[in-house]
């Protein structure tokens, strides 16, 4: 009698709970939705592609049937991490040359290495070697702007990953554009290409200011424009890039841009260190977004982006790893909450400044918001893409745990990471990729960094 009744109940209950493709549970679910809520024991529920219901595990339980599950009740879930500027296949030049002037650095190193290697081959295998690591240490959606974009795009697909990915735009020939305007026609095909992908959002990418003509700059606008793409391009990075336009244009780099035409449109801008109160006003009426990479600047000597002041104006600021060649020589995205949270700290001789919630929002939602994609993704929430991580708390530098935000700013490493999924697909399962064999792109490595050092001697 008991056992009908039980079947009875499980009857009732599979004809009611709604089928989704997957519950992932956790012992800490980190929404970062708008009330930043934190829910313990929680699960998330995924069908499709999409985030159906993220609450309490026996709501989730209750209310859902899923096909496959994955339980870590020794872990955190949260959203997948969103890198908001980088250069991803430079990882195979990580560590090339360290410690030296920026010129020397690119001079002696960066522009050789580049000039005899960078191929569609180099620029293939260089993403898949990125796109392991940033996976395997939790970002699911990459910003990139480099060479051979096409080949960028078709491996981000291979690896499952989101990319929001520009073709470089500069002038001076690079490995596969003679001219700006051979950038700009390969830009277009690539716009037209990947228009409308699910993973890839096509951009348009010219360097900088500095590195382009006015014409180039306003061309790569209207294209963007034209295509409802957004532009990315580095901006105020550095002391001489201010001081050198404040010669030629009598203006600041955010000015002069504005003054272009430049900033009206889907803007993401990397850097924003030295921005005066008046370019991040502009950057505000422009809904500019920012992408802050706090590695990078530490490591160039660049300086210390206003952050705190940025934020407080509600503009939006992600962050980023930058090129890992050697402005940064890795992808870590926990180790980027954590610097940036320091760093501000530093500038501002305030350790109340950028607490690690906020910090750890960056690297979230604010990601999102800075790449105005906040309506898909950022924030684990009913009809937002299935992009989420889980974080393991078995580690000796997790316990105790007072409070979450403050573990994942400080404590955590992305090497804490344990499964990913972009999309609603599973991509890194027990820290081991899915998508993608490991070791081809381990030995490859290997392969390109004899290579390299032959080429440069
Ligand atoms: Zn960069």
């Known amino acids: 009698m008991l056992r009908i009744c039980s079947l009875l109940v499980?009857?009732?209950?599979?004809?009611?709970?709604?089928?989704?493709?997957?519950?992932?549970?956790?012992?800490y679910v980190i929404t970062m939705n708008a009330q930043r809520r934190v829910i313990e024991n929680g699960a998330v529920a995924i069908r499709g592609e999409r985030i159906?219901?993220?609450?309490?595990?026996?709501?989730?339980?209750?209310?859902?049937?899923?096909?496959?599950?994955?339980?870590?009740?020794?872990?955190?879930?949260?959203?997948?991490?969103?890198?908001?500027?980088?250069?991803?296949?430079?990882?195979?030049?990580?560590?090339?040359?360290?410690?030296?002037?920026?010129?020397?650095?690119?001079?002696?190193?960066?522009?050789?290495?580049?000039?005899?290697?960078?191929?569609?081959?180099?620029?293939?295998?260089?993403?898949?070697?990125?796109?392991?690591?940033?996976?395997?240490?939790?970002?699911?959606?990459?910003?990139?702007?480099?060479?051979?974009?096409?080949?960028?795009?078709?491996?981000?697909?291979?690896?499952?990953?989101?990319?929001?990915?520009?073709?470089?735009?500069?002038?001076?020939?690079?490995?596969?554009?003679?001219?700006?305007?051979?950038?700009?026609?390969?830009?277009?095909?690539?716009?037209?290409?990947?228009?409308?992908?699910?993973?890839?959002?096509?951009?348009?990418?010219?360097?900088?200011?500095?590195?382009?003509?006015?014409?180039?700059?306003?061309?790569?606008?209207?294209?963007?424009?034209?295509?409802?793409?957004?532009?990315?391009?580095?901006?105020?990075?550095?002391?001489?890039?201010?001081?050198?336009?404040?010669?030629?244009?009598?203006?600041?780099?955010?000015?002069?841009?504005?003054?272009?035409?430049v900033l009206t449109g889907w803007t993401v801008a990397a850097h924003g260190v030295w921005l005066t109160d008046a370019d991040m006003q502009i950057l505000k009426t422009r809904d500019t977004g920012l992408a802050h990479n706090p590695s990078s600047n530490m490591k160039l000597a660049s300086g210390i982006a206003p952050v705190v002041k940025i934020l407080s104006l509600g503009i939006a600021m992600g962050l980023g790893t930058d090129g890992v060649a050697g402005s940064n020589n890795d992808h870590d995205m926990m180790e980027e909450i954590d610097l940036a949270a320091k760093l501000q700290k530093v500038?501002?001789?305030?350790?109340?400044?950028?607490?690690?919630p906020q910090a750890f929002a960056m690297a979230t939602i604010l990601g999102a918001r800075a790449l105005h994609m906040d309506k898909l993704i950022g924030s684990l929430e009913k009809d937002k893409r299935a992009d989420i991580l889980t974080v393991s708390l078995s580690s000796a530098h997790a316990v105790p745990m007072y409070n979450v935000y403050s573990q994942l700013a400080y404590a955590l490493k992305g090497s804490d990471v344990t499964d990913v999924m972009v999309n609603g697909r599973p991509i890194v399962r027990d820290r081991r990729m899915l998508t993608l064999d490991a070791r081809p792109i381990m030995a490859k490595a290997a392969e390109y960094q004899e290579r390299i050092k032959k080429s440069l001697r």
């Not at 499980?10 to 012992?27: C, E, G, H, M, Y």
């Open 52 to 261: 159906v219901a993220a609450g309490a595990r026996s709501e989730i339980d209750r209310d859902y049937q899923a096909k496959q599950r994955l339980d870590r009740p020794e872990a955190i879930i949260a959203p997948g991490f969103i890198n908001t500027h980088g250069h991803a296949p430079m990882v195979l030049l990580r560590g090339i040359a360290d410690d030296l002037r920026l010129q020397e650095w690119l001079e002696k190193y960066i522009f050789p290495a580049e000039a005899r290697n960078v191929t569609p081959d180099f620029v293939r295998w260089g993403t898949r070697l990125a796109c392991l690591e940033m996976l395997l240490g939790g970002t699911t959606t990459f910003t990139d702007m480099y060479y051979f974009e096409d080949a960028i795009a078709e491996t981000a697909r291979e690896c499952g990953m989101r990319g929001v990915l520009g073709e470089t735009i500069i002038g001076f020939p690079s490995p596969d554009a003679k001219t700006p305007a051979d950038a700009l026609r390969f830009t277009e095909k690539f716009l037209a290409r990947f228009h409308g992908d699910p993973l890839i959002v096509p951009a348009v990418a010219p360097h900088a200011i500095f590195t382009n003509s006015d014409e180039t700059l306003r061309a790569c606008r209207t294209l963007a424009n034209r295509y409802s793409a957004p532009l990315l391009i580095h901006l105020s990075e550095t002391r001489t890039e201010n001081d050198d336009s404040l010669k030629k244009r009598k203006m600041t780099p955010t000015a002069a841009l504005n003054a272009l035409g």
């Open 10 to 27: 499980l009857v009732a209950w599979s004809a009611w709970a709604a089928p989704v493709d997957w519950i992932w549970s956790a012992r």
């Open 347 to 356: 500038a501002t001789g305030d350790p109340q400044a950028l607490p690690a």
